[in-house]
C-alpha cells in the first residue's frame, strides 16, 4: 500500500470509532457526562473528511495514483458517510428514505465499478459529479452533526432548525448522487 492508499485506509478505522463515540449516550444515558462526545465527534469526522480531501493530492503528488487507490478511495468514502448517516436516521435527524436514496446509489457505483474493471480490467475514478456529491455529503453531514452536538450540549432551540436545515442538505445531496450515478452510468455504457 502506498502513502495515500494507507491515509485513505484511515478513514475504514475512524468511521467504527464514529459510530461507537455517537451511539455512547444513547446506549448509556445515565452512565456520565457524555457532553465530552462532541469534540470527539468532530475531531472524528473532521478527520475522516481531511483524509479524503488529501489522499487524492498525496497520491498525484507522489506519481502513486493505483487501481487499489480508485477502489480503495471511493469504498473507504462509503463506510465513512453511511456510518455517519446511520448514526443521523438512528438520532432522527435524517430521513431513512433519503438514507436508502443514498446507500442504493453507492452500491451501485461500486457494483458498476467492480463491472468495468472485471470487462474493461480498469478502474473508474472519481468523476465531477461524484465529487459535488461528495462535497454536498459532507456538509449535510457537518450540518446534521451540528444539530446533534446542539441537542447533546443542551442548545435544545437550535436543534429543530438545524435539523430542518440538515434535511434539506441531504436532499440536495440524494439528487446529486442520483445526477451522478447516471453519469457513471453513461460512461459504463459508453466503455
Excluded at 31 to 40: I, L
Excluded at 111 to 132: C, D, E, S, V, W
Excluded at 138 to 147: D, I
Amino acid at each position: 500500500m502506498t502513502l495515500a492508499d494507507k491515509v485513505t485506509a484511515s478513514r475504514l478505522v475512524l468511521a467504527p470509532f464514529f459510530f461507537v463515540v455517537y451511539r455512547l449516550p444513547i446506549w448509556f444515558p445515565d452512565a456520565m457526562d457524555w457532553r465530552w462526545t462532541v469534540p470527539a465527534l468532530w475531531v472524528l469526522f473532521i478527520g475522516a473528511e481531511l483524509t479524503d480531501l488529501v489522499d487524492g493530492k498525496i497520491a498525484r503528488a507522489r506519481k502513486e495514483v493505483s487501481d487499489l487507490g480508485k477502489l480503495l478511495d471511493p469504498f473507504a468514502d462509503v463506510l465513512a458517510r453511511i456510518t455517519y448517516f446511520l448514526c443521523f436516521v438512528l438520532d432522527g435527524i435524517l430521513p431513512s428514505l433519503v438514507l436508502l436514496v443514498i446507500l442504493y446509489r453507492e452500491f451501485s457505483i461500486q457494483f458498476l465499478r467492480n463491472l468495468m474493471l472485471l470487462n474493461k480490467n480498469t478502474a473508474q475514478g472519481a468523476r465531477m459529479g461524484g465529487k459535488i456529491k461528495a462535497v454536498t455529503y459532507m456538509v449535510a453531514g457537518g450540518v446534521a452533526l451540528l444539530a446533534s452536538s446542539a441537542r447533546l450540549l443542551g442548545f435544545d432551540a437550535a436543534f429543530p432548525p438545524l435539523r430542518i436545515a440538515a434535511i434539506l442538505i441531504f436532499l440536495i445531496s440524494a439528487v446529486f448522487a442520483v445526477i451522478s450515478f447516471m453519469d457513471y452510468l453513461m460512461v459504463y455504457r459508453k466503455r
